[in-house]
């Protein structure tokens, strides 16, 4: 018994079953017995689509929260830091030792392109997510492209500064 026979069905691919059987048949089973494409549900015109299906408005405020609120929190520590220079210092600027503080601030000024070019990556990335594909949620959606985002960033960071 070969393949086809063992489905059912001649060699051009229509069923073995006479047209009155197929026909008494529901439309479901008539599309899997004659190997038509059964339509999807998204294409269905008697389904109500789904309310907020592709959130792109919702992505894009996840998206922003994964950067946000970890450099709210890092900024919120820093400025819990004394303001005075201390006893030792490192690296003294004019023979003077910038408080903690002021230093860290700085650093954090210098790194901000470097954060906004990651942030405007993962956004592209978390729209083109949500365009691809609906089954996502936005948090999710959001989450995954802030962890690349901020891969590519950084990658592409380094390869400039090489």
Same mark, same amino acid.
Request: charged fraction near 20%; include cysteine.
């Given at each position: 018994?070969?393949?086809? &026979?063992?489905?059912? $069905?001649?060699?051009?691919?229509?069923?073995? &079953?006479?047209?009155?059987?197929?026909?008494? !048949?529901?439309?479901?089973?008539?599309?899997?017995?004659?190997?038509?494409?059964?339509?999807?549900?998204? @294409? $269905?015109?008697?389904?109500?689509?789904?309310?907020?299906?592709?959130?792109?408005?919702?992505?894009?405020?996840?998206?922003?929260?994964?950067?946000?609120?970890? *450099?709210? *929190?890092?900024?919120?520590?820093? *400025?819990?830091? @004394?303001? @005075?220079?201390? &006893?030792?210092?490192? &690296?003294? %600027?004019?023979?003077?030792?910038?408080?903690?503080?002021?230093?860290? !601030?700085?650093?954090?000024? @210098?790194?901000?392109?470097?954060?906004?070019?990651? =942030?405007?990556?993962? =956004?592209?990335?978390? !729209?083109?997510? $949500? =365009?691809?594909?609906?089954?996502? $949620?936005?948090?999710?959606?959001?989450?995954?492209?802030?962890?690349?985002?901020?891969?590519?960033?950084?990658?592409?960071?380094? %390869?400039?500064?090489?």
């Amino acid at each position: 018994m070969d393949y086809d &026979t063992w489905l059912g $069905r001649n060699s051009f691919g229509q069923g073995d &079953t006479p047209e009155s059987e197929s026909e008494s !048949l529901p439309e479901t089973e008539q599309r899997r017995r004659d190997w038509r494409v059964v339509r999807h549900s998204i @294409d $269905r015109t008697d389904l109500d689509p789904v309310e907020g299906e592709k959130s792109y408005f919702a992505t894009v405020v996840w998206t922003l929260a994964w950067y946000v609120v970890p *450099l709210a *929190l890092i900024v919120g520590w820093v *400025l819990v830091f @004394d303001n @005075d220079s201390g &006893t030792a210092c490192a &690296t003294p %600027v004019h023979n003077v030792c910038p408080p903690m503080r002021t230093a860290v !601030l700085n650093g954090m000024m @210098d790194g901000l392109p470097r954060l906004c070019a990651a =942030l405007v990556i993962s =956004l592209v990335l978390a !729209l083109l997510i $949500r =365009l691809g594909s609906g089954a996502w $949620r936005p948090v999710t959606a959001a989450f995954a492209a802030a962890i690349i985002g901020a891969g590519a960033a950084t990658i592409l960071f380094t %390869v400039m500064a090489s």
